[in-house]
Structure formats: C-alpha cells, structure tokens
C-alpha cells in the first residue's frame, strides 16, 4: 500500500461560510498537507442560487494546505444523493479507498489521522464496510472503538471493495429486508425507523442515498468503525441546509485528543454495549419527555431526509410548516 494519505472528496453546495469552518478544519490536521482533496460543487437549482454557489467556489480559488485540490463544478442540480453516488464512485474509480465529507461536518484535528490508521488496518477486512467519525451523543460509556451493523453518514470513509456493496436500488434492498426478517433489527428493535425511510426513499418522498448505503452494509452482515468519542460535528443543523432544520439534540463535542486504535483488541464483530447506547439514545428522542432548545414543537415525521438520522428526530418548527425536508 502506498504511504499517500486517502483522497478526501468534499460535497459542498451554497453554504461558502459552512465550506470554509470545514476547510479551516481540516487544515488544522497535520496530515491535510499529503491529503489530496477533490471537491464537488452541485450546480444552482434557480438563478438566485449562481452569487452563494460562486462564493463557495471562490473558497477554493486560492486555497493551499493540501497535496493537491481537484474542484468540479456542476453546471446543472444533480441533489445530494446523485453527487454523492457519483461523486464517490468516480473517485473509487481511481483510488481504493476515500474519506467522505459534506459542508456541514466539522472535523477533530486528529480525525484525518484516525480514519487513515482504520483504513489501513482493515483494509482487507471483508466484513468492514466503513469508517465513521461521529458518535451520538450519548451519556453511558463507550469502548475507545467499536463496531455496529451497517454504515453511516457524517464524516465516513470506504474502500473500493466495500463500496462495490452498495446498491442504489431502495426497492430492492427492501424486498430482501423483509424476506429475511431483518426490519426490526435494521430499526434497532424499533427504536428507530430506518424501514420507512427506505419505503419513503421508493415512493419518492426522499432521496437518501444514505438510507440505501446502510442498507446495502447491514444486508451484507457488514460492520462500520465508530469512535467512542465524536471526530465530528455536524454544523448545518443550524436552518441553513436544503434539508436539514434547526436542533441541538444531535450536537456534540469534537474530541481535541488522539484516540488510538488498536487492531488486536477490537473484535471485528458488533459491540453488543454499543448498539444497545444507540437503541438507548433513539429511544430517549421519541420520549414524549424529551425535551431541547429545538424540540418543543410537536414531533412529526418530515417528508424528506437528507441523512440516515431518522427524519423525526430533526426538529424544526419552520421546516415542518412548510415540509421542505428531504
């Protein structure tokens, strides 16, 4: 294996000041500088969107830090999903192994480190799909690493042989999730409702690419990597996005410290301690009781989600009234 860092391909799309504070982040890693980064930048739905589009380009117009910066510019809207497919298909084409951002996750100055030691280590582990950087935030411990079924969304990273898994088709990855009896585990035994974002994904009232990739992960007894503690925030659930509201329930601290991984004392199986934290937490957030900043309006299941955070849990009272989620 080559001693060249993963390429890391950023999605970004009319939020030039978002871009930058995940720029600015990433630089703040030592290993941004042997770190090839290819940007795609989806193109304006409607003219008023060409002036913030033309800022986020002008980010990278003049940027330096990394080994090398590739930016395509879409000419037309492809959405998030199909730039997300595309995107990270075409860059497998010509790597074996990618670290995925979008403009909303802020990263750990050691989060570059941490996903190219996990890559390196079960790079030729068939039942690792992925490497993931955020963790909920939850309050009972967690193990330094652990794995979990599936794969996820904020701030991941593949290889090209996990990636080759992934089928787009939702209609199909539903078919086998039934047949096999595997809806409630997929829900984490209810507590979430990752089924009917997949059902919604067909009907076209979504276009979640990343409702299909766990999907395609967990029906391959797949695992993904994740943290103890969280590499990444996500900073677009602050209105700004296209489908994403305003809430403070998923929110979490960036760790500022190293966290090592040590292959021989993680089992490549699924931490029964973590999955139970993650059916925990879903659970605390369909609590009638449970009560934030952002959730004092009444629970509803959006119409449309961009990421694999089941859409009830994105509460915002300005994006339910006028149900503009993806």
């Not at 001693?3 to 799309?13: N, W």
């Not at 599936?150 to 992934?166: E, H, L, Q, S």
């Not at 859409?311 to 009272?317: C, G, H, Q, T």
Request: with cysteine; net charge positive.
């Amino acid at each position: 294996m080559s001693s060249r860092k993963a390429p890391v391909v950023l999605f970004a799309y009319r939020r030039p000041i978002h871009t930058q504070r995940v720029i600015d982040a990433l630089l703040a890693n030592s290993e941004a500088v042997d770190t090839d980064l290819i940007v795609f930048v989806d193109g304006p739905k409607s003219p008023a969107e060409k002036q913030s589009i033309n800022e986020v380009l002008a980010v990278f117009s003049s940027l330096t830090g990394f080994a090398s910066i590739d930016v395509k510019s879409s000419p037309k809207n492809l959405g998030l999903a199909r730039s997300v497919i595309q995107g990270v298909t075409s860059t497998l084409e010509q790597h074996d192994r990618v670290i995925v951002l979008e403009d909303d996750i802020l990263v750990s100055p050691y989060f570059l480190e941490y996903m190219n030691s996990a890559l390196k280590i079960y790079e030729n582990e068939e039942a690792v799909a992925s490497v993931h950087g955020y963790t909920y935030p939850i309050e009972l411990e967690l193990p330094p690493s652990f794995f979990i079924r599936g794969a996820d969304c904020w701030g991941w990273a593949t290889w090209r042989r996990a990636w080759k898994k992934f089928n787009p088709d939702g209609k199909d990855l539903l078919k086998r999730l039934e047949k096999s009896g595997q809806t409630n585990d997929f829900d984490f035994n209810g507590s979430a409702r990752y089924t009917d974002m997949l059902r919604d994904q067909i009907s076209g009232k979504n276009d979640s690419w990343a409702v299909r990739w766990y999907a395609s992960a967990f029906l391959e007894n797949m695992l993904t990597l994740y943290p103890g503690d969280s590499l990444v925030r996500n900073i677009g659930l602050d209105g700004s996005g296209t489908h994403s509201g305003s809430s403070t329930e998923l929110d979490t601290s960036v760790v500022q410290t190293k966290l090592s991984i040590a292959k021989p004392a993680i089992n490549i199986v699924e931490s029964s301690v973590g999955r139970q934290a993650f059916e925990k937490f879903f659970r605390s957030l369909n609590d009638p009781s449970h009560t934030s900043s952002s959730s004092r309006f009444p629970r509803r299941l959006v119409r449309r989600a961009r990421h694999l955070i089941p859409p009830k849990w994105r509460n915002s009272a300005t994006r339910q009234i006028r149900n503009l989620k993806k």
